[in-house]
């Protein structure tokens, strides 16, 4: 059974930076694709990044170029380097895993319980 444990959310001034963090157990970590999404309030949950197994990333389109997401293999960790935080970033940020290749319909497996992420202005 994979776990994920999220961690590195808090307060941050807008234009601030924070990096979240994700540890994986349970599972060979370096066969899943490993992505964030997040959920604001009042908000449907929306992808943010993912890493697949080859370590190929991806992006949604508003967050290219402030966002970067990072896997370790060694470690079984994934990283969300978020710079530029503007308050529309306010939300829940989840780590999630699949085993299948990184695409639009990807199912992920498994979820982590979320860590928040509140940006002032």
């Known amino acids: 059974q994979v776990q994920l444990v999220e961690s590195g959310g808090g307060l941050v001034q807008a234009r601030g930076s924070l990096r979240l963090s994700c540890a994986f157990s349970?599972?060979?970590?370096?066969?899943?694709?490993m992505a964030w999404f997040r959920q604001a309030p009042g908000k449907e949950r929306e992808f943010v990044a993912a890493?697949?197994?080859?370590?190929?990333?991806y992006y949604a389109d508003s967050v290219k170029g402030r966002f970067t997401i990072s896997g370790d293999n060694a470690k079984n960790m994934v990283y969300l380097q978020m710079n530029s935080l503007k308050a529309e970033n306010t939300a829940a940020y989840y780590c999630?895993?699949?085993?299948?290749?990184?695409?639009?319909?990807?199912?992920?497996?498994?979820w982590g319980q979320g860590t928040q992420v509140t940006v002032s202005v």
């Open positions: 999630a895993a699949s085993t299948q290749l990184w695409g639009p319909r990807t199912k992920y497996d498994y």
């Open positions: 349970g599972r060979t970590f370096s066969t899943y694709t």
């Open positions: 890493v697949s197994w080859s370590r190929s990333t």
